[in-house]
């Protein structure tokens, strides 16, 4: 039988160059015994001194494993191609031998195809790899639509939300009718509906120091479309520990950042951001908003820098930080350099195992994207706050979000007054410490903030106004807008 046994790059100084050697034989150990006879330099690379094949070489019939198929006896047709896989150490490996493409890839494709830099070659990898999407928000959104419609073959999906009418402003990956399912469903759907060739594996959780590194191992790349620092890090460190690069986003009202962490060969996210901001300094997109357009910026170019690291072509943002200001129409470009102090990158890293990081970001109570917090401060439900308005009972209600939150929906039919949190401490004199006091926010969060200034402020007849107005919204006034 007349078969080609495809030569990977390391061995081909062994073969005069040669990527294909065709030799006659009827199984594959035959195959490679024809090859060496043909190329005997090559022979102490493939076969040790007993004359057995080394066990760091593999060798692949067409596109299957040889030991699946049943080693080196294993019997050859005309035609066939024999590859050889050698592991290397350190470097890129060899990519496995590619899937074929079907006639209806083919032509899905073929605005690929005939760009030289993807070609039939670059769109086999993309059919290859597996990529993670940690996030099916914002970020996720053009992630998914643009990775699945270039043809990665797997993508996986970490989300554990539910899709909410405020998503459908930037998510794009949801619709209407999508509102109340679970996002990482509506996203299946969404990305089966534009390519059915590709894989998608949905991760139902939240990624924790004790699941990340079992969620993250079976793929080559992790996408960062996190809204939260502890998650952040974790994937910073979880990839670090893995050696798998990392790509990353982040966005914020109309301001975007996006790199690519590999620490095998550059800065990490740690190098970068030694410690994360303390909570409640940099508020999240549900507190600080985000322009809808923005997401769907900066999660494309992280699907460009996802395509580039696959088909292994272009510059990376290895070593740069990219700076998006949306307002200004203005780029910048940083230079990232690796930290030889880094604790997970550096000389002598602290950072060996993942950590606890929760604690490390100073969020203990922190639970959901949302930030309901188990606040020890004293609570009022908005029913229980509705029945004493009812009795008349003589309360003060402050509001402490900011003027255009009010503009959306307020209390002042119940006599709510608006004190930003930002003013609380030079306006607290105007406020009576002999009144009873409710505090309220959006979902309560920063009126606990609030809640705690007056307290120390001498204050004691606080009360915060459990889940904010959205709960207000829920359980007592459902004509008010949510947000
Ligand atoms: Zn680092």
Redesign the pocket.
Known sequence: MSVTVRIPTPLRGFTGGNKDVAVEADHVGEALEEVVEIHPELRPHLYDEEGEIRNFVNAYLNDEDVRTLGGESTPVSPGDTITIVPSIAGGATEAPPAPQLSKEEIERYSRHLIMPEVGMEGQKRLKNARVLLVGAGGLGSPLGLYLAAAGVGMIGIVDSDVVDESNLQRQLLHGTKDVGRSKLDSARDRLADVNPHVHIETHELRLTSDNALEVLEPYDIVVDGTDNFPTRYLV?DAC?LLGKPNVYGSIFRFEGQVSV?D?RHG??????FREPPPPGLVPSCAEGGVLGVLPGIIGSLQALETIKLILGTGDSLVGRLLLFDALGMEWRELKLR??KD?????EEPTVTELVDYLEFCGVPEYEESEMQEEAAVPEITPTELKSRLDRGDRIRIVDVREPHEWDIANLADHGAELVPLGTLGERAPELDRSEEIILHCRSGVRSARALEQLHEAGFSRLWNLKGGILAWQEEVDSSLPRY
Do not use: D, E
């Open positions: 910073n670090g962490f620490a800065p990490c996210y740690r190098c970068l690796k930290q880094c604790p997970l990158c550096g």
